[in-house]
């Protein structure tokens, strides 16, 4: 009985320490798999900032503006700046032309005053937040060059100027609240008569070894302005103040140091804000740096426009008149994890950093290289704040969450919780300038594009022939099943494979052979999938085989298949996915979770009571090159042409959660690290949506923009976007028979003019099948119902755009007969009459709502 006892506890004990094993070995896996998990890391860079020495003026033979010094000067440019003011002015040697940081007539600004007249003398504007969490803004002209507090040092090729911008209007001035009896001695009492000296002794009291300011003598403004003058005249410095105000307990004065950097480059002039060399005091905190607001500030006699990256690009003329609006725009578009979950108005995105005017025969591009993802572009007309015409960009460098207050309502409820560390980032804004006949948005696009291909970002692709036919195929969408009326969901296939080889045959038959087709819904559950940490194919829509059948049948007609596949967009109905240590992450440490617009309410957090596969995560960059490393590892064993990256270059998400927060810069290094990757297996790459950092990796682009947001501040849209990647990368835009609108003349003819090649969304079954789906907003995709349309566009766009492909858009205007002329680099100019009368203009006679082809072969 004993030993069985004894057998029975023994077991007991290996049973428990056997748990315990498992036990530790799970918490284990749960540590290193997401805690410690920082393989990410090596895709981040860092920087470093210059030593500099104290500022000498370069020798200057031939002084080209007047009041100021030379800095640095290269073949093209000399970079100049008064060391009084700190503003700065390059001069275009070949043009003479002199674009200013401030403008140079601003005292005379009738409409500029207070705070509006003091910005037009910054070179920096802070947004900021007090200890009290209260935001503010200040500019480096009223509490810094105003004062005196900044210096100059030489940097190679260029200058820094690092400003200290300090609110001393206090009743103290720089006379700090406490001081160290040695410190009061050395820097104060010894540089002064003993008359001023036992003057100033008298208004302290010792304690400790630290000399208190009296409140007594902080209570008049008679004594502490003379009290202000001793100290000024021993030569005690606003640094000095920083130094003994950091010692008290006492409330300190808000300051912030912070550099700006001006360098020559062989592009123009480079613009840096190193942000960490910043530094905050008193409490507060900065959220956001506006960068040189005032930079080639054009008056109300001036003519030209601002260009402003809106979609594919628009235009906003100097002196329009608006009063009402001003033009604002995230580039990348608004992170999700600071967005609002209320859709106010749907806008098209900033895919590309850059920005510019043109005044005169005189012009420049703004074009953002170091924290571009941070970025806003901001402009605005003469006639509201002063008597200028202005863009400039600005950085969010610390993100602010407005958490809810339980039972308090009113403004009050939602109070600020701050990100606690600045980004560490080298804001950087490249300046090119532009004059002549290249002193124009077409001008500034072509400036863009010929860096991207030094850079060997884009090549020049240099194709002949037919435009591609962009076709998306539907094949497997999860539905609503019933067994014995028991419902569950399962999978339906609106196309297999074998399916869209029919429906190829057909474009075949009318001479329609370079298809380029988006495969959506061909593994892992469907068009909303599984994350892609393995393949598993979708049965209903065909075998491996037949999947890599239809591929070999698009590429021998000059086509080619793409896998439709989504990384950052992740379903609720994910099986592989922990949402809680995985997905992004508020700053107050909640998951972001969001899904479709809600009609009645208008909040992006809906399933429209259809599937949960329209609510989802968004995967932490931290975790993203996990799931990217395993797809391109398996994907490898599909003989199909490519993969098209359906939200890699749409969505740009950061990751909030404290004790690791990543950036939105981070995230877009670590995204650009997975293209490499990606690009690595051999599979070409298409993509939606289409942000610059991705162009050197991908050979096609859908959903790229044709359209802007319509902005009240905005006149025109251009094709600004299509010139920088046409001849590079070939595009399309949203499927034409997914659009809200007919198709007609007019839309034709615009993508005549942009250079974009037809897009449709096709399934063999009809889109009934979808109701009441998750893919139910792909209403109308029956291949029946729009092949004759299909043909008929392409046909249209094809037979305009065919001795174009390949080639580089250099130009673009609308001429003054009414003609909307755009100019490729092989010689072909494309005539487009958007009116309803026939126009004669350049010996080329254009019918209404026509286009035609002159130049290349007849």
Avoid at 99 to 121: F, M, Q
Avoid at 412 to 428: F, G, K, R
Avoid at 592 to 599: F, H, I, R
Avoid at 709 to 737: C, K, R, T, W
């Amino acid at each position: 009985m004993g030993f069985t006892m004894k057998r029975k506890i023994k077991w007991k004990v290996v049973v428990a320490a056997g748990a315990a094993v498992i036990a530790v070995g799970v918490i284990a896996n749960v540590v290193f798999r997401y805690f410690r998990y920082d393989a990410y890391k090596q895709y981040l860079s860092s920087y470093e900032v210059e030593s500099g020495s104290e500022f000498q003026a370069a020798k200057d033979d031939k002084p080209s503006v007047p009041g100021m010094v030379l800095v640095a000067e290269n073949d093209t440019l000399k970079l100049y700046t008064n060391t009084e003011t700190t503003e700065i002015a390059v001069y275009e040697k070949e043009s003479g032309n002199i674009t200013y940081s401030n403008p140079v007539e601003r005292d005379s600004d009738a409409i500029a005053a207070g705070v509006n007249a003091a910005e037009l003398n910054a070179t920096l504007t802070l947004t900021y937040y007090n200890a009290a969490r209260n935001s503010a803004t200040m500019n480096n002209y009223d509490m810094s060059i105003e004062k005196g507090q900044f210096t100059a040092e030489s940097i190679e090729n260029g200058i820094r100027y690092t400003y200290t911008l300090a609110d001393l209007d206090s009743a103290t001035g720089i006379v700090p609240l406490q001081i160290t009896e040695e410190r009061l001695q050395t820097l104060v009492l010894d540089k002064l008569d003993k008359k001023d000296a036992r003057t100033v002794k008298a208004k302290f009291r010792l304690k400790d070894g630290v000399y208190k300011l009296n409140e007594k003598a902080q209570s008049s403004k008679v004594g502490m302005g003379k009290l202000n003058k001793l100290f000024e005249q021993a030569g005690y410095t606003a640094d000095d103040y920083a130094v003994d105000m950091s010692e008290t307990d006492e409330k300190e004065n808000i300051s912030f140091t912070i550099p700006i950097e001006y360098r020559l480059t062989e592009n123009g002039l480079s613009v840096s804000v190193p942000t960490k060399e910043i530094e905050e005091k008193g409490g507060a905190v900065i959220s956001r740096i506006r960068v040189l607001p005032f930079f080639g500030a054009a008056g109300t006699d001036a003519d030209g426009y601002m260009f402003v990256p809106d979609g594919s690009g628009a235009l906003i003329n100097l002196n329009n008149g608006c009063k009402n609006a001003a033009y604002s725009q995230n580039i990348y578009g608004i992170d999700p994890v600071v967005q609002s979950y209320v859709v106010t108005e749907y806008t098209e995105d900033a895919r590309i950093p850059v920005f510019g005017m043109k005044n005169g025969d005189s012009a420049f591009l703004g074009r953002i290289t170091g924290g571009d993802a941070l970025a806003i572009v901001n402009a605005d007309v003469s006639g509201k704040l002063n008597s200028y015409n202005y863009v400039y960009p600005e950085f969010c460098v610390r993100e602010i969450e407005l958490l809810n207050m339980f039972g308090v309502s009113g403004n009050q409820a939602d109070v600020p919780v701050l990100e606690n560390d600045i980004y560490d980032e080298n804001l950087t804004v490249c300046y090119s300038f532009l004059s002549g006949d290249e002193a124009d948005y077409s001008g500034m696009a072509k400036c863009y594009r010929s860096q991207l291909i030094k850079e060997g970002v884009l090549k020049e692709t240099n194709d002949t022939g037919d435009i591609p036919l962009y076709l998306d195929v539907l094949g497997g969408v999860e539905t609503k099943k019933h067994v014995m009326g028991v419902p569950y969901t399962g999978i339906s296939a609106m196309t297999t494979y074998e399916e869209a080889e029919k429906i190829l045959e057909e474009f075949y038959g009318e001479d329609i052979t370079k298809i380029r087709m988006n495969y959506e819904g061909w593994f892992n559950g469907g068009i909303y999938h599984d994350v892609a940490d393995k393949i598993k194919l979708v049965k209903k829509v065909g075998s491996k085989k037949d999947f890599e059948h239809l591929s070999d049948v698009l590429e021998e007609n000059g086509g080619a298949l793409y896998g439709n596949v989504s990384f950052q967009k992740v379903p609720y109905t994910s099986k592989r996915f922990n949402d809680v240590l995985e997905a992004s992450k508020y700053y107050s440490g909640y998951v972001v979770e969001l899904g479709a617009v809600n009609p009645a309410t208008m909040r992006q957090t809906s399933t429209l009571n259809w599937y949960d596969e329209l609510a989802y995560y968004m995967i932490s960059p931290k975790f993203l090159s996990r799931y990217v490393d395993k797809f391109t590892d398996k994907i490898t064993n599909y003989e199909i042409s490519g993969i098209c990256l359906r939200d890699l270059s749409n969505v740009l998400v950061s990751d909030k959660k404290r004790t690791e927060l990543i950036d939105r810069q981070a995230a877009k290094q670590i995204v650009e690290a997975q293209y490499g990757k990606l690009a690595a297996t051999e599979k070409t790459l298409m993509e939606e949506g289409g942000n610059a950092y991705t162009f050197g990796y991908v050979s096609d682009i859908i959903d790229a923009p044709v359209e802007y947001s319509q902005f009240y501040i905005i006149d025109e849209q251009v094709p600004f976007y299509q010139m920088v990647i046409h001849g590079s990368i070939d595009y399309s835009g949203e499927a034409l028979n997914l659009r809200d609108a007919d198709i007609d003349d007019a839309l034709l003819l615009t993508y005549i003019e942009y250079g974009c090649a037809p897009r449709f969304t096709f399934s063999w079954e009809d889109s009934s099948v979808m109701k009441y789906t998750s893919s139910a907003d792909q209403y109308s995709t029956c291949y029946q119902t729009w092949m004759s349309d299909a043909v008929n566009v392409y046909q249209t766009i094809n037979g305009a755009l065919n001795q174009v492909q390949g080639a580089a858009m250099i130009h673009h205007e609308v001429t003054e007969g009414g003609l909307v002329r755009t100019e490729y680099d092989n010689g072909v100019s494309i005539y487009i009459n958007k009116t309803d009368k026939s126009i004669t203009e350049d010996g080329v006679t254009v019918d209404a709502m026509s286009y035609q082809v002159k130049g290349g072969k007849a």
